[in-house]
């Protein structure tokens, strides 16, 4: 069943530049498809990111009732190096690099990407098809762009034809760029000297000589342009026509409006009713860059092994500097902010962790719990606003610090709304990973051990040797050696 | 560099039937291909037996300075489910029944796979090719029997001749199967109507009417035969000639004698030089089997719910299970067994564990650590004899329990080399989690909250109570509540 929020949820659409109502277009099912991550190197924070506020959409979505379809691609050949397709691809390149069969590069890094949002506890998608995995259907694509008249066939390779589709159509729509512009700015240099023109961008490009990826296509060996897996792939499993289309904001022009080029050159649809985009991710007010080591991989963020901050932080606590920003906004990672965020988190954590133990002996609650669950969903579907959602849930925990000092009250159905709100919100709707956040609660054993070192130092004060042999003696057995100083007991695993 | 020890591996070669030398085709290289999972519904324990044995090859394979290749393909589609080839495959019937998009069946059990087998802490292969994405390599394939004259098209199928093959060739080689036997026992029942022989195995099949996953070909609409894609993979990623192609017993026949036909099909060669079988997991002495409900699931070993079992027990413990008889060999589990790998297993960690804390003060030790070790490497070159090994690993526990009661001397140096190898065989070698490991010794937590309730129920009973409401106290402080009953006092995480 579908909840009586989702009939107010707005999201924004990069096609209409407005924030417009979700109605699916089918009335329980939603298809999403997501670009995801070119497999030759590193997970990305910046990746991260789209891919965390993704997964928040995918699990609203859920949560509201909808039987979703979420679609994320793996981009393991053909995204091409520079801008006029006459590069190697990535993959390539970089199995050369590292001497490495291009699909064991594809295996390494997909397991690195796979292991980053783990850890960042998304949800994995529906589906993940890959482009290699896909060819048949690209190729498939290709001639029927083929034979709608908008591309052409040169020396092996089969370009769009920018111009031609231009005549009738729009090319541009989602970026707003207009082609007269586009002209002008290209320098002659750019393009393959095959394309009409050099904005054209390959469908399929032939394979040179020491090209080590490529397949046999009606036009001889070579391989897919980049642009063209997500248009066959999303038709596939998500048809001509979808709900939302998302990714992150680089890949609104060219890659997006190539998409919706290509849809319309098959079909005459713009393939998806919602186009979603997520902002950048910057660091220390700059964009990230290898180049000038203004750069951070995620697992250097959770190991603290890296030169850029003053400690590690958790997976929870990174999610939650996202959630911090609204999706479209640029963001900004620093230290001050991640150190910010872990105490906000920490904060938010022990407001939830204590309303089990609130005193709910009140008839009446001095809040108005009904309001307050309105108003979380109501930033939710305003375009997933978290931010706000944030501060709606501080404020919530400041009533609960309220209620712990006696100074509010609250009564007991009231206490039991606040809590099964309070879990949805941080661990079905947000995600974040609950099982980490009792570990960050309790950090259990070391704290453990630390008391019974206490009791045990105090009953050797109390010349109590029975006790403090004891409680030596049992840690033994569990396995910890205590190292008796003169004054004080330290612990190790043995 | 390799190992010297590498000169003296010797692997049971399931095609000639003997022990033979391990010489890699190339040096420094070794390819292996292991056909994975068919992914339409839960990983099996006896999957997981497979997958832990070739685990063990490939990380001995590199601990002796192989840079291996390992291969294992995810099967995605076109496992048919009659011998007879006729019916529907069993990814499309799944989804058919889940009311599921096939690649929706797919991602869910292969992320239920990976998840299984990373618990079980196995290494990723270097790649995990799926058949869905080599349709292309497949259809090459077929075209390249059909040019050698060994396949014939019948209305929109193609099938291997099996009856032509036979003619300049041997079908059956591995399993030992006569072609006259096997005709002789063939029913007429069996087999489609399009096929010349019974035996004959579809290498494409023609997509009937409500037939969901299908591609183009020359052929018209249809799907690979299942023996196809490893042929077409090991082909793509391990080239025509391999040094190692493993897996179930149950694939001997049909699955890996087509395979070689096929091979020897398209260019005249047996694709391995060692071909491996592991050998079947029964459950209580009978096959498993759902329908008779003599089943269990790995999740249901590890979690304890389940009705076969008194207890859950660890990935750890399931795998020293395995590792407990030779991969050749059937295994038989059942509760006893683990209970008893159980035992066995922590008594190995907890010898492991007391290296580091015995006396090396002696000058000559009482052990001779160069045999023990070239024994150690001997069980393993033995065709990787791990119940040998572990036997041999049980020796130096002896030694190791008489070093701490000091009826035995160890020097420093010898110390060193045992701490080495032992880390080496456990943790490298047989792939153990020491992580885990860790946690299963010391059960942290629990036990240690167990021991405080202990020490403030003394405290009551000699009503120091000022010590057993500190322990209350404290324990709330770190988010552990008491609840105290006549007798005793149970406690939960709040």
């Known amino acids: 069943m579908i909840s009586n929020y989702a009939k107010n949820l707005k999201l924004y659409n990069s096609l209409t530049g407005k924030k417009e109502k979700f109605i699916p277009i089918q009335e329980l099912n939603v298809g999403m498809y997501v670009c995801g991550p070119t497999v030759y190197s590193n997970a990305h ?4 990111r789209t891919f965390i506020s993704f997964d928040l959409i995918y699990r609203y979505l859920k949560h ?7 679609v994320r691609n793996l981009t393991d050949v053909g995204h091409l190096e ?6 190697e691809d990535k993959v390539s390149k970089k199995a050369r690099l590292e001497n490495l069969e291009p699909m064991e590069v594809v295996q390494k890094y997909t397991l690195d990407f796979h292991s980053i ?29 083929l034979k709608s008249g908008f591309a052409y066939e040169k020396n092996g390779s089969v370009y769009f034809d920018i111009m031609k589709f231009n005549e009738s159509k729009t090319y541009g729509k989602l970026s707003g760029r207009k082609i007269e512009e ?4 290209s320098r002659s240099l750019d393009g393959s000297v095959d394309k009409k023109n050099p904005q054209d961008f390959a469908l399929w490009k032939k394979a040179e000589k020491n090209h080590i990826m490529f397949w046999d296509s009606p036009w001889g060996k070579g391989f897919p342009g980049w642009h063209l ?3 066959s792939m999303s038709k596939k499993y998500l048809g001509d026509y979808f709900d939302i289309h998302g990714g992150g904001i680089d890949l609104k022009f060219p890659h997006h409006d190539c998409e919706i080029a290509q849809s319309e050159a098959i079909d005459g649809k713009n393939p998806a009713k919602f186009w979603m985009h997520t902002n950048m991710l910057t660091l220390n007010g700059k964009k990230m860059s290898k180049s000038i080591e203004n750069f951070i991989l995620p697992n250097e963020v959770f190991n603290g092994n890296n030169k850029i901050l003053s400690k590690s932080f958790s997976p929870n606590v990174v999610k939650f500097f996202i959630y911090q920003a609204h999706y479209r906004s640029v963001l900004d990672l620093s230290n001050d902010a991640l150190i910010a965020s872990e105490k906000g988190f920490k904060k938010l954590m022990s407001g939830f962790l204590s309303i089990s133990k609130l005193n709910h002996n009140s008839e009446v609650s001095d809040f108005d719990i009904d309001l307050w669950i309105s108003k979380c969903y109501a930033k939710m579907n305003d375009d997933f606003n978290t931010p706000m959602l944030i501060a709606e849930l501080f404020e919530c925990v400041k009533f609960i610090n309220n209620v712990k000092i006696n100074s509010k009250n609250l009564n007991t159905k009231d206490k039991e709304r606040l809590a099964i709100t309070f879990n949805d919100i941080l661990f079905n709707i947000l995600g974040f990973n609950s099982e980490i956040s009792k570990v960050e609660k309790s950090n259990s054993q070391n704290e453990l051990v630390e008391l019974l070192i206490k009791i045990r130092s105090q009953a050797r004060n109390d010349k109590n040797f029975t ?10 057995k569990l396995g910890i050696q205590l190292n008796d100083d003169k004054n004080s007991s330290s612990f190790e695993l043995i």
């Not at 924070?45 to 991260?48: D, T, V």
């Not at 506890?121 to 890959?130: D, F, V």
């Not at 586009?182 to 700015?185: D, G, I, K, R, S």
């Open 229 to 231: 897996e997500c248009t």
């Open 117 to 145: 949002l783990n850890k960042l506890n998304t949800l994995p998608p529906s589906i993940e098809p890959s482009a290699t995995g896909h060819i048949i259907e690209q190729i498939d694509s290709i001639k029927q762009i």
């Open 467 to 476: 006790l403090s042999d004891q409680i030596r003696d049992e840690l033994f």
């Open 82 to 87: 520079n801008e006029d397709d006459t590069g």
């Open 45 to 48: 924070l910046g990746n991260c």
């Open 64 to 70: 509201l009732g909808y039987n979703v379809r979420y």
């Open 182 to 185: 586009m002209l002008n700015q």
